[in-house]
């Protein structure tokens, strides 16, 4: 069974400091691995996905994430926060056998940038 | 329009009440979701159909009785809602031939049961 956790209800930042949000996964076989960000009463916009090619991927806005099978892990960090970054961030991840049917999602990250 | 698109974004209703959320693609994809998201619980899967049959319930009440009469649009028809249905419910879609089967997500409605 997959299952996604993210350490962190809530991150507080500062503008220009590194940012970073932390997912852990558990899955039986290689999967596939997203961040979703969700602003203010809209939906959730994908900012990455790894799908089994480079273990570093570079997403929208700044924002990279690795992944790094030894420790079951896909943290996504930007090197300087800046306050539109403010916003709930979630991790999710599929089996590439059952696609998105069965996409977990975590329970999301609050990221707070403080001026 | 691009991309997924919801209507109402906005919704009160009575717990007598009978609307219907609606949901459009304009991806090409062959499934979409129904998704609910409460204040602090985790995004809960309610449905999901793949060339438009349903393949996925996850034990949601009766109240909520989605429809989907083509690949571009679904709905979520809503009757006698409780006060604890009041969310943010969130559509997506994908395309499940693709690799990884991203799924794209509307804006949402966000609903208030009164």
């Known amino acids: 069974a997959q299952s996604v956790t993210q350490l962190g209800s809530h991150v507080s930042v500062s503008e220009g400091a590194l940012v970073l949000l932390r997912c852990n996964y558990s899955s039986s076989v290689p999967p596939y691995l997203f961040w979703y960000v969700q602003y203010p009463n809209q939906g959730l916009q994908l900012l990455l996905k790894y799908t089994s090619a480079a273990t570093l991927v570079k997403g929208i806005n700044g924002f990279e994430a690795e992944f790094k099978k030894s420790e079951t892990s896909f943290h996504l960090t930007k090197p300087s926060a800046h306050m539109s970054d403010a916003a709930e961030y979630f991790c999710a991840v599929s089996h590439p056998n059952t696609g998105g049917f069965k996409t977990i999602f975590g329970a999301g990250t609050r990221l707070f940038v403080k001026a | 329009e691009t991309g997924v698109t919801q209507t109402p974004r906005h919704l009160v209703m009575g717990m007598t009440n009978k609307k219907s959320l609606k949901c459009e693609q304009h991806l090409g994809h062959n499934a979409m979701y129904w998704y609910k998201q409460s204040a602090k619980k985790p995004l809960e899967l309610m449905f999901v159909y793949s060339l438009e049959e349903r393949v996925e319930n996850n034990s949601v009440p009766s109240r909520f009785s989605p429809e989907c009469p083509n690949s571009s649009h679904l709905f979520l028809h809503l009757h006698t809602l409780q006060p604890e249905d009041s969310a943010l419910y969130l559509c997506?879609?994908?395309?499940?031939?693709?690799?990884?089967?991203?799924?794209?997500f509307g804006p949402g409605t966000r609903l208030l049961v009164l």
């Open positions: 997506a879609s994908s395309q499940t031939t693709s690799r990884e089967e991203t799924q794209y």
